[in-house]
């Protein structure tokens, strides 16, 4: 029932708050072609019986990314892709035309690749893009990024990394990357680090140290360890140490003494004399 009075869904900045708080819960893609006026549509379905369940068709362009064959063209895709790459510029082309990551349409409005330096002797992994990332087209550009940026400030390595995500289009209301979007995005990963030849890899939170290093401990156990990250084709290893994503350390501010002494352990291996 509508109270007397005006009409809040006629005021503007009754709408615009309503709008704000769908985009701040995470709720920012729209997929129907035209409006749904959902209060005529629950009025109709108190006095109809309830449909049978829809059969939703996958969007136009989109490979299933859950095994089977489409999976593995998309993989096959993504590797062909990757490696005609011949640097980075062409590498970031080639994954705004891969259409094989379901996430690509799935809401992203664009998709994320990489900022810093092309040369960088520090590879800094995260999971995957968000809200900020997913409308500036750069990684690590929220909250989280800023927190990461003064941490490697404060480390001595503004300038000296290079940074990317396991996967390229932001999942959906911030949700954890899957395995399998993150195993179709691998390729394009690998190329990175071929034309990019850090020295060392930073894994940022659990979802990225979990798909990168192909281990199941979580963060907790991993972080703060060195391994011998090795490519899928055996050509290319690279020590890689897992440490406390930014958003956790922004929830956790205590864990930041963690992250430091992940930090120190990298720095102290960079400038450690040959
Ligand atoms: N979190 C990530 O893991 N990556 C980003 O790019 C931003 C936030």
Redesign the pocket.
């Known amino acids: 029932m509508i109270p007397a009075g005006p009409d809040p869904r006629q005021d503007p900045r009754a709408v615009e708050s309503l709008l704000a708080f769908w985009a701040q819960a995470g709720v920012e893609a729209c997929f129907d072609d035209a409006p749904v006026d959902r209060t005529a549509e629950a009025a109709r379905m108190m006095r109809a019986p309830p449909p049978p369940p829809p059969r939703v068709p996958a969007p136009v362009g989109r490979l299933p990314v859950r095994g089977g064959p489409d999976a593995s063209a998309a993989l096959a895709e993504a590797h062909a892709a990757a490696a005609a790459a011949g640097d980075l510029a062409a590498l970031e082309a080639a994954i705004a035309a891969f259409d094989g990551c379901g996430l690509k349409f799935e809401g992203a409005r664009q998709a ?1 690749f990489a900022r810093g330096a092309p040369d960088a002797p520090v590879m800094v992994i ?5 809200a900020d ?1 997913d409308a500036q087209g750069a ?2 550009v ?1 909250r ?2 800023k927190l990461l940026d003064k941490m490697l400030a404060a480390a001595g390595l503004t300038g000296r990394v290079f940074i990317t ?1 396991t996967v390229y289009w932001r999942p959906p209301g911030n949700r954890t990357p899957t395995p399998q979007e993150q195993a179709v995005c691998q390729p394009f990963l690998e190329r990175a680090v071929a034309l990019v030849k850090p020295r060392f890899l930073l894994l ?2 659990g979802a990225s140290a979990k798909s990168v290093l192909r281990r199941e401990e979580g963060i907790l156990s991993l972080r703060g360890r060195w391994f011998d990250w090795t490519s899928q084709d055996g050509a290319q290893t690279v020590a890689a140490m897992p440490t406390l ?1 930014p ?1 956790f350390l922004l929830r956790q501010p205590a864990a930041k003494k963690k992250a430091w002494q992940d930090l120190l352990s990298l720095t102290e291996r960079l400038d450690r004399p040959a």
């Open positions: 994320v995260g999971e995957g893009p968000g990332e990684p690590f929220g989280a990024g995500n940022a939170g994503h958003a």
